[in-house]
């Protein structure tokens, strides 16, 4: 079977003679995934295994390795073992890493993460998507079921992104061309796609961060405000809506000035990291933490909640350039 389905593989099976498969972690829109022994090398090792049925005009697990063996073992993103095709299937495998974003969320008591940990989070994913744009890629995926945290060999307390599928490369301003797509040809998570994707343009760097701040506010608040919508008409609409400090009351003010500065990028401009990077960690400077202030799924209390209101009752939502 193709993508929307799984693959015949089942835990025991080997792949290439190399790879043993241990476990099924997850299926989705690009083929299945397992924990696997790859005895490639002397001393076996566990590893994330990847795999799809090979279709040579619409490989995209090809694409996500194009994207990994350039990103690979760089600060927030997993190493790259070892690529193949097996028959009518084409597989990746690289370094096994924890659960996902969501996944520890879910299981946090308020289904909440506090202030230091929304902050400590965005900052190490801000670095990542910055690592993945300098590298020439876009991710048009950001969630939080593609962060993972270190798996057994790593630290709880680094993050990762993953899943590569729909990165495209970052456009210059002269390749760049206002192409209007299809309705149903909208790339992307809906909950966490920016504006311009419900606008039916492409994406450019600025809407890698959209999507991050929109986690922001979910992992802080619980949910987003246009959760349970699924007509994407109305999605689009309420998206609209939010201006910059409505969308991110609940959060330090710094979060709504970068919401903000983002909105207004042009799709082709790179946006100004260094300075997101400052306004974290004023956050950090003002409540007392710092990097490696544990997360919250790293102590076994939760923290008491230092809330923010924003005194701005601005209801007109900001332009998107």
Not at 86 to 101: I, S, T
Not at 138 to 157: E, L, Q, T, Y
Not at 176 to 190: A, K, P, V
Not at 232 to 250: A, N, Q
Request: charged share 25%; with cysteine.
């Amino acid at each position: 079977m193709s993508r929307g389905g799984t693959t015949h593989f089942q835990p025991g099976d080997v792949i290439q003679q190399h790879f043993i498969l241990r476990k099924r972690l997850g299926t989705g829109g690009f083929g299945d995934i397992f924990q696997a022994t790859s005895t490639l090398k002397r001393k076996p090792i566990e590893v994330a295994l990847k795999v799809d049925v090979y279709e040579p005009t619409d490989n995209w697990l090809g694409k996500e390795v194009q994207t990994l063996s350039v990103v690979g073992g760089k600060p927030h993103f997993p190493k790259f073992i070892h690529s193949g095709i097996d028959g009518h299937y084409f597989f990746y495998a690289m370094e096994l890493l924890g659960p996902n974003l969501y996944e520890i969320r879910k299981k946090q008591r308020t289904r909440t993460f506090s202030i230091q940990t929304t902050v400590n989070v965005v900052i190490q994913l801000l670095e990542a998507v910055q690592t993945l744009h300098n590298c020439g890629f876009i991710h048009r995926d950001i969630k939080p079921m593609n962060v993972v945290i270190g798996g057994p060999s790593k630290a709880m307390h680094d993050l990762y992104l993953i899943d590569y599928g729909l990165c495209i490369p970052v456009l210059s301003r002269e390749q760049y061309q206002e192409t209007l797509y299809e309705e149903s040809n909208i790339i992307g998570t809906f909950h966490y796609c920016s504006p311009t994707t419900h606008h039916r343009r492409e994406c450019g760097r600025r809407d890698d961060i959209i999507s991050l701040l929109y986690m922001a506010v979910e992992m802080r608040l619980g949910k987003l405000p246009w959760a349970g919508v699924t007509d994407m008409k109305e999605l689009r609409k309420v998206k609209d809506s939010y201006c910059s400090e409505i969308l991110m009351e609940g959060l330090p003010p710094e979060f709504a000035e970068i919401f903000m500065d983002v909105l207004g990028l042009q799709a082709t401009t790179a946006p100004d990291y260094a300075r997101y990077l400052k306004l974290l960690k004023q956050v950090q400077k003002r409540l007392s933490f710092n990097n490696r202030t544990p997360f919250d799924w790293e102590i076994s209390q939760p923290r008491a909640s230092i809330p923010y209101k924003s005194p701005i009752k601005a209801t007109k939502s900001d332009p998107v350039q």
